[in-house]
């Protein structure tokens, strides 16, 4: 005997998009796909912004590249008086940014625009800015299929500097520039930062689990003051069995949704 049609499942609200962070977000069919770089990403600049004063509104940042708005929508709920303006080049990208920010109902809080950061002109004074720029530059690895793919892994005409030169134009002075790059990149990293007139004041590593090198760096740099580092201890992810280790996920609550490594997302 056939089973009973099924009732139709109920559309979820905001609260549960909220509570089932980061699945279920929109992305462009075929596009670029955030991963764990950008969670931690989220969760490093959250756990670094200062709670406003009594009175005063909370931190104000820009996402260079936010491209879904994983980053941005990660940090909002780790940070709830934070606000952000997401930009990206790609149109769909920047569409499906604005249409997660309308689900999980933080659309008051992410504006999102649609533009180059070589070119984008936000109000100057910010607070903060996060970076999950292209890792590789062009010749470096083998080109992607996808042209969407292709912009998101591999630097285009600006390089990292672009993004540099961004975050230090709308930052305030002592306001920060989060980013996640490769550990491989760093040299080229700190020398952009120097040249946009950006401080590296804290260095984080990241590595998959604890045999192995870290792959990952978190870095904040500020706009002006002293350009004292703090290296980090290495954060590690992954046990020896491929589950999220506790530190992890205290630092990264996002990624307990999906804490065997390698899962579905």
Not at 24 to 30: F, H, N, V
Not at 199 to 226: C, F, M, T, W, Y
């Amino acid at each position: 005997m056939p089973n009973a049609a099924q009732p139709p499942t109920a559309p979820l609200d905001a609260a549960q998009r909220r509570a089932k962070f980061p699945r279920g977000l929109i992305q462009p069919e075929g596009g670029f796909r955030f991963g764990a770089d950008t969670l931690l990403l989220a969760a490093f600049a959250a756990a670094r912004l200062k709670a406003p004063r009594s009175g005063h509104a909370g931190p104000s940042g820009l996402d260079l590249g936010c491209g879904c708005g994983a980053a941005s929508i990660g940090l909002l709920l780790l940070a709830p008086t934070a606000r952000l303006t997401g930009i990206d080049a790609d149109p769909a990208m920047a569409d499906a940014a604005r249409r997660n920010a309308h689900a999980l109902d933080l659309h008051a809080r992410l504006d999102i625009v649609q533009g180059d950061v070589a070119d984008h002109h936000a109000p100057a004074g910010l607070d903060f800015a996060l970076a999950n720029p292209p890792f590789r530059k062009h010749g470096t690895g083998r080109a992607c299929p996808d042209p969407a793919r292709d912009r998101a892994r591999f630097e285009g005409p600006g390089g990292f500097a672009a993004f540099a030169a961004c975050a230090a134009h709308r930052l305030r002075r002592g306001g920060t520039l989060f980013l996640v790059h490769l550990a491989e990149r760093l040299p080229d990293i700190l020398g952009e930062l120097t040249a946009a007139g950006l401080a590296a004041r804290e260095l984080l590593p990241v590595q998959g689990h604890v045999d192995a090198d870290p792959r990952l760096i978190l870095l904040a740099a500020n706009k002006g003051g002293s350009p004292t580092l703090a290296l980090r201890r290495p954060l590690t992810l992954y046990d020896a069995d491929g589950m999220l280790t506790p530190e992890a996920a205290i630092f990264c609550p996002h990624l307990t949704t999906n804490p065997r490594r390698g899962g579905p997302k």
